[in-house]
């Protein structure tokens, strides 16, 4: 991601412009009100749709926009795809992280098209996304999804699941999703997908084998093997040598506050056994590399680390080792993406009647919290870069202004990791030297705040005394 990005006056509309500006929605004025949303949502993720929209009549165009049939989810996400794809074509190795999330709509009985969503009672539709992260751990976009809500009735398939073909089960979708999110990256980009313990499906690492892109996903069972000898996984890599220890950070998790995690390292190429009731299809027995991760010595009362991952990469050192793993750690940057899509916008309030209509409302705000994410770990990776690359103006002197107590403009800008430290002070970081560096949460939270502050500053100062 260059600086041009973000280098009009009015950065958060030139953002939402040159994101979803060329959305293909047959007609150049629903392409014009998605850019006006996105830029209305953005600054203000966390509010309802009209404080957000700020007027009765945007308010109200905004709900038709959501209402038109002509408007899909899938053209507002393959808008933002394109604007991935060009983020992701700067770069040699990419990783498509995946995962799946579900929204709880069970308190708004009346919106139509939910299906139960795993508790008992519990109703509303599943969300699957496949996240581009550098190997730096930026998020540079989503490159895929799926929507969809279970069928009342298929609530008892998990008695025939063994004996259903994949194409007929929910996991087919890691499969579908695997598939669409390489289309159109260029040879020049390796794709290195991830993902946790629900991607443990032997077709996986079959499929992967006849295309040109890698696999790091964590082992779900104790897989019988063909080679290195007939026995288990678990207990072929538990007699392997230590290759070395890696440091990872993991993040924070309800009370837990972020950590640094030491593990050990295991590795052996490995040939998967197809399981017993999928023997009438002949598959073959995929040849690949299971790396086992331990954290040996946790802290008192945390629970310890441990990945058992499989993947198509070729491990020769312990560099290779502890490269993979790192990559494996940014997992977590598609769980709090979900939670800043659910907790930092709020998508599970929005009352808009049918899952047709929530669609393509998540869609935008799915383009708002890569966003906030965005902004979170870039602010980490390019930390010297003046706050305005991602700041407005009056958002600058508005969080200058609340920080410092001045009411004097600055001359300069501060740098981006600073900006970002303030705004996550005005949500309730305390930056302090042991501290670390500020998580999605509180970002959002003193994302909010600001934009509090920026209206205030921007009645105050209107235009032609702003500077």
Not at 58 to 79: E, G, L, Q, W
Not at 168 to 187: F, G, Q
């Amino acid at each position: 991601m260059t600086r041009t990005m973000f280098d009009d006056r009015d950065i958060v509309t030139a953002w939402a412009t040159r994101e979803l500006g060329h959305a293909a929605l047959g007609d150049a004025r629903l392409t014009q009100r998605l850019v006006k949303l996105v830029s209305a949502l953005s600054q203000e993720p966390a509010t309802s749709i009209p404080d957000a929209c700020g007027s009765w009549s945007d308010t109200k165009a905004a709900y038709r926009f959501f209402d038109n049939d002509s408007v899909t989810a899938d053209a507002i996400t393959a808008a933002h795809r394109h604007a991935t794809l060009t983020r992701v074509r700067e770069h040699a190795v990419i990783l498509a992280v995946q995962d799946t999330t579900s929204f709880n709509f069970t308190l708004h009985r009346q919106t139509q098209g939910m299906g139960p969503i795993g508790e008992a009672g519990f109703v509303g539709f599943f969300l699957h996304s496949c996240l581009a992260v550098s190997t730096a751990g930026v998020p540079l976009g989503i490159l895929a999804s799926e929507q969809w809500a279970r069928d009342a009735a298929s609530k008892d398939s998990r008695r025939t699941r063994k004996h259903r073909p994949l194409e007929d089960k929910e996991s087919a979708r890691w499969l579908r999703v695997m598939e669409a999110a390489t289309v159109d990256i260029p040879a020049s980009t390796r794709v290195v997908m991830v993902a946790d313990r629900e991607s443990d499906i032997l077709d996986l690492f079959i499929r992967a084998e006849a295309t040109r892109h890698d696999l790091l996903v964590r082992a779900a069972y104790n897989r019988r093997l063909t080679a290195p000898s007939d026995g288990l996984v678990w207990p072929v890599l538990e007699a392997q040598p230590v290759l070395g220890r890696v440091s990872i950070t993991v993040p924070r998790h309800d009370d837990t506050p972020t950590r640094d995690a030491t593990l050990s390292l295991r590795s052996a190429p490995i040939a998967l056994r197809p399981s017993k009731h999928r023997g009438p299809e002949h598959l073959p027995s995929p040849r690949i590399t299971a790396l086992l991760a331990r954290e040996e010595h946790p802290p008192a009362g945390q629970k310890p680390i441990e990945w058992m991952l499989y993947t198509t990469l070729p491990v020769h050192t312990v560099q290779d080792a502890a490269t993979y793993v790192q990559w494996y750690s940014y997992r977590w940057r598609i769980e709090r993406y979900h939670y800043v899509l659910k907790s930092g916008c709020h998508v599970e309030d929005l009352q808009l009647e049918t899952r047709a209509r929530l669609e393509r409302a998540i869609a935008v705000y799915r383009v708002v919290a890569w966003r906030l994410l965005w902004l979170t770990y870039w602010s980490r990776q390019r930390p010297d870069d003046p706050c305005t690359v991602a700041l407005s103006q009056s958002e600058w002197y508005a969080l200058y202004a609340a920080h410092t107590r001045l009411a004097e403009l600055p001359a300069e800008t501060v740098d981006l990791h600073t900006a970002v430290r303030w705004i996550a002070q005005l949500g309730g970081f305390l930056a302090r030297r042991h501290d670390g560096e500020p998580g999605v949460k509180v970002i959002w939270r003193g994302y909010r705040r600001l934009q509090d502050l920026t209206a205030m500053w921007e009645i105050l100062h209107p235009p032609d005394t702003s500077g």
